[in-house]
């Protein structure tokens, strides 16, 4: 386990697992050498650095995300609402060139992340004491979104990889943490405590793999221990990125992080919206998902590329740790389906 400080020592990635999130994440000054001795130039700096933070809620009856992205050539924005009852989906993205219109904090610790557009604008706020996180969305008149997370008594997965010879990413989540704040859609505002809404958040930058897939899987919801007492759980898997020497693949129980082995998505990659089985080799998590609607996003220029499926619906199964079973009946969740070129 690393200590929590700079992400770069001598220009240089420190690779393994850490015992806090990063105050000092931003990595845009290595240089990284190729497999033949080659730095990495100004221009590939700039273009290769890659950075996506995500906010995600979920409860019973309304599920949101909105994702702040930065390519280095291009910025973009997506939110959504769904309403699990009526199947009813609000959905809004935006794509912008370069940096423009976007600003994002180096780190999940201090700082804040911000777009605006059109009718769109939306902040990711990263706040060290009390340590927690907190989103606004503002769609025009159609959809407002202020949560806060706060993360007090709770260990976040921090862990930086290799991607390939010469990249990285540094990759920052939580999971199960319950949400404070409202919603308002469709002219209703929502109180997200009174909704039961629990969050999750993804903050990852880096040297990414010119080319690369992933499948993810993340929950937070109310399970009950052996005791009957509940327990918060919050769960984050995925295959293809963060998985060199070191894994992304953990889960939480009452803020405590347990990391669990390698994971396995059997899925329709034609048919995304039939349902999902994910484990974990070491039988750690055992769950079916049962997709309620799809944000897909497509394109193909050549030279970029990009089809990201996220699809959201409900987790039921079990999640083991130490000898006993955490049982999940229809907690809210996400899945991913996702190929880039960048």
Not at 70 to 94: C, M, P, Q, W
Not at 244 to 257: K, M, P, Q, V, Y
Not at 317 to 330: F, K, S, T, W
Request: hydrophobic share 35%.
């Amino acid at each position: 386990m690393l200590t929590p400080g700079h992400l770069l020592q001598d220009d240089e990635p420190r690779f393994g697992r850490f015992s806090d999130s990063l105050r000092h994440a931003d990595g845009r000054a290595d240089a990284g050498r190729d497999a033949f001795g080659r730095a990495r130039g100004a221009l590939a700096r700039e273009l290769g650095y890659k950075q996506f933070q995500y906010f995600g809620g979920m409860s019973d009856t309304l599920i949101f995300g909105c994702a702040l992205v930065d390519l280095g050539h291009s910025n973009s924005v997506f939110v959504y609402v769904v309403d699990t009852a009526t199947g009813e989906i609000f959905k809004r993205s935006l794509k912008r060139p370069g940096h423009w219109g976007m600003t994002l904090a180096d780190n999940p610790v201090a700082g804040r992340s911000h777009f605006r557009g059109g009718d769109v604008e939306a902040s990711q706020h990263y706040r060290e004491s009390p340590r927690g996180k907190s989103l606004s969305v503002r769609v025009g008149d159609e959809l407002e979104i202020e949560a806060d997370m706060a993360e007090t008594a709770f260990e976040p997965m921090s862990l930086c990889t290799r991607a390939g010879y010469q990249g990285w990413v540094y990759a920052n989540k939580t999971a199960g943490l319950p949400l404070t704040g409202h919603l308002t859609w469709r002219g209703i505002r929502h109180d997200l405590r009174t909704l039961g809404a629990m969050g999750h958040h993804d903050f990852s930058c880096g040297y990414m793999r010119r080319e690369t897939f992933w499948n993810w899987a993340c929950l937070s919801g109310l399970s009950s221990g052996s005791d009957g007492r509940p327990v918060a759980l919050g769960l984050n898997i995925s295959c293809g990125v963060n998985e060199t020497t070191h894994s992304e693949n953990c889960l939480w129980l009452d803020g405590a992080l347990v990391p669990v082995a390698g994971a396995s998505f059997d899925f329709h990659r034609e048919d995304v919206l039939a349902p999902w089985h994910v484990t974990t080799l070491d039988d750690a998590v055992d769950l079916r998902f049962t997709p309620l609607g799809l944000y897909q996003e497509r394109l193909n220029l050549g030279l970029i590329a990009s089809n990201f499926r996220q699809v959201f619906g409900r987790f039921d199964g079990q999640l083991r740790v130490g000898g006993r079973e955490y049982p999940v009946h229809g907690l809210s969740g996400f899945v991913e389906d996702q190929f880039v070129r960048w």
